[in-house]
């Protein structure tokens, strides 16, 4: 959930607009419910040209290499500066860390991340990058390491980055506070990232 998780952060402090979302029968029939009300598991939000695209749930395995064909489809028809993919990975070591991966050797050696060496990843992150490299698109993933439940902390390193890159002020501290209080609960217990992180 890292890469959602620091989606809708940003969402929520910079003020981005929901335009729209994506509906499909070959999707998990679901609707996320906040504050009673239903929403899309995958929406779109817009604020100046910036658009973000933020999913709930994970995409069938079955299905990721036609959803990453039609998203890389309409991405291309925005004509875009980059693309900027969020996810999360497995923790490996003690130390949690961001890893760069890209399609585009300009952005290894500039994004100031570390570098994944070997490894793979899964889901719908390897065909949505093939795809976007075949189209001659600019941009990368950034893969922050997390552990297994809603990790915020990972999420603010990544908010961090959007930060930086963007060169816009995005205070991440309510994020990082909301991963010091997880780590004091009990393992396994239930945890709802909104209205903790957005107060």
Known sequence: ???????????HKLGFEEVGHIRSEKLPALAIIRKSRPEAPIRIYKKGTTLILV??????????????????????????REVVILGGSQKKGSEKKSYVVSWKSKYIDDIKLDQMKLGFVAGIYGPLMMELMEKGLDGYLVLAEADPTPDTGAAASVVKHISSRLKIKIDATPLENAAKDA????????WDPYPSIYG
Request: overall charge negative; glycine content about 6%; aromatic content about 6%.
């Open 55 to 80: 999913s709930d749930i994970m995409i069938p395995d079955n299905l990721s290499h036609e959803f990453a064909s039609e998203i890389a489809g309409w991405i291309e028809a925005k004509k875009p």
């Open 183 to 190: 780590d004091k609960k009990v393992k396994g217990s239930t």
């Open 1 to 11: 959930m890292v890469g959602s998780i620091a989606s809708e952060y940003i969402i």
